[in-house]
């Protein structure tokens, strides 16, 4: 059973650039959920899909931010007009719905603006 | 609105020590979830343990154990003789009900534990 798998590892770009991030889910798992990670700090949620459907966006995800799942299995996460206040780690995890069941996270990808 | 507070920026103790990180949780819900998650300098968030709102019953796992108490609203964690493989930043992490399980998790700022040889 692999894990949650994330790419690029590191990403390092312009500011105004877009980027765009991948993550595929542990194969079984309804849920895919995005969070974001600063320096010292604890993940901060983004957004998530049950499925294909995204279901919750939090105020943290600008409209230069966009997710999607289409078939309901690997998700991409685009960032457009890069800023420096974008720098930071970005999460992926996934879990199985219903019950109390726990989110896997993938190792992330590090996002660098210059 | 949901806030998890770890009052404990980092703490360090010497290896076989037992030491406890605090956790403490703030929500209008009346049905949660409560995690701890683990994350060692490598970087991967590893799940530790989960608790729901309405089962205080605390839990022992080999050395690490958790103790969660509604009426104080926290849920905090215990390693017992501690090792050199524990130092990592433990996060405790809150999430609401909402029919399938828990939807974004709100987490703490973490706690950085250090464990000297």
């Known amino acids: 059973d692999t894990g949650v798998s994330q790419d690029p590892r590191h990403k390092i770009t312009k500011r105004g650039q877009n980027v765009t991030f991948r993550c595929d889910p542990i194969?079984?798992?309804?849920?895919l959920y995005w969070y974001r990670q600063t320096l010292g700090q604890g993940p901060e949620f983004l957004t998530y899909?049950?499925?294909?459907?995204?279901?919750?966006k939090s105020r943290l995800l600008s409209d230069r931010f966009s997710a999607e799942r289409p078939k309901g299995s690997f998700s991409t996460l685009e960032i457009q007009r890069t800023e420096q206040g974008d720098s930071a780690m970005y999460l992926c995890a996934s879990s199985f719905l219903g019950g109390n069941q726990p989110q896997h996270f993938g190792d992330g990808t590090r996002l660098s603006i210059l | 609105a949901q806030k998890v507070t770890q009052a404990q920026t980092e703490i360090s103790v010497v290896e076989k020590e037992d030491v406890t990180l605090d956790c403490v949780y703030e929500?209008?819900?009346?049905?949660?979830?409560l995690f701890w998650y683990k994350q060692p300098p490598s970087g991967e968030l590893v799940f530790l343990i989960r608790r729901n709102s309405f089962d205080e019953q605390n839990e022992i796992s080999g050395r690490y154990s958790w103790n969660f108490q509604k009426s104080t609203s926290s849920f905090n964690f215990t390693i017992t003789a501690s090792q050199v493989v524990d130092s990592a930043v433990y996060f405790c992490a809150l999430g609401e009900y909402s029919g399938g399980g828990a939807d974004g998790l709100t987490f703490g700022k973490g706690t950085h534990l250090i464990i000297q040889p």
């Open positions: 929500t209008r819900d009346t049905t949660y979830y």
């Open positions: 899909f049950q499925n294909e459907a995204q279901l919750e």
């Open positions: 194969s079984e798992h309804n849920r």
